[in-house]
């Protein structure tokens, strides 16, 4: 999973956000950020990667991305959110997704709500990608479909990662629709 959602190069980064705290690890390949997510979440922390792959180690921000390879929204969902199952939250995708005519995503099972994926054929480098996001961002919005849209076109977003659980009700983050990659265009 993340060597598909991943750009090539570059370093990656897997955050915890435990209630005693957040912490970040820095990892030059994807297999090591792939070990470490596993075991991380092994020892029952809340285990998420980055979407992108940084310049440099040690700052998880915007300014130090190299490259995106994805554009990802996250649909809420549960009891206090906009959709009180994810099965509502995947029916509403559809709907979004037929109405804008976009490519068939990439959909995971967070745990509770559902992670979207576009996978592009290419990465891009920041000033190529925030175009793309934001107007993804702005097509959810105009067309009422209720994400995390603050999330949408930040490049240092982090996601939950498939094959790891999410603390909050110990539900395993599942891929449940594959998609190919798709051209930005």
């Not at 792959?53 to 549960?78: E, L, P, S």
């Not at 949408?152 to 190919?180: F, Y």
Request: charged share 20%.
């Amino acid at each position: 999973f993340l060597q598909r959602v991943l750009p090539s190069q570059g370093f990656y980064v897997t955050t915890v956000i435990n209630p005693d705290g957040r912490r970040q690890g820095f990892f030059d390949s994807v297999d090591e950020l792939a070990k470490v997510c596993l075991r991380l979440d092994q020892t029952n922390n809340n285990t998420y990667f980055a979407i992108s792959a940084f310049q440099q180690k040690g700052n998880r921000k915007q300014d130090n991305v190299r490259a995106t390879k994805v554009v990802a929204i996250d649909v809420d969902c549960g009891e206090t959110k906009p959709f009180p199952s994810w099965k509502e939250g995947l029916s509403a995708l559809g709907a979004f997704v037929a109405e804008m005519n976009l490519p068939k995503p990439m959909i995971v099972h967070s745990g509770n709500g559902l992670h979207v994926y576009w996978v592009l054929t290419s990465e891009l480098e920041p000033t190529e990608w925030k175009p793309l996001a934001e107007a993804m961002k702005q097509a959810a919005l105009d067309k009422g479909f209720e994400i995390d849209a603050g999330l949408t076109a930040n490049s240092a977003l982090v996601l939950r990662p498939v094959g790891t659980h999410n603390p909050k009700n110990g539900n395993e983050v599942k891929l449940l629709v594959d998609a190919e990659p798709v051209d930005a265009q």
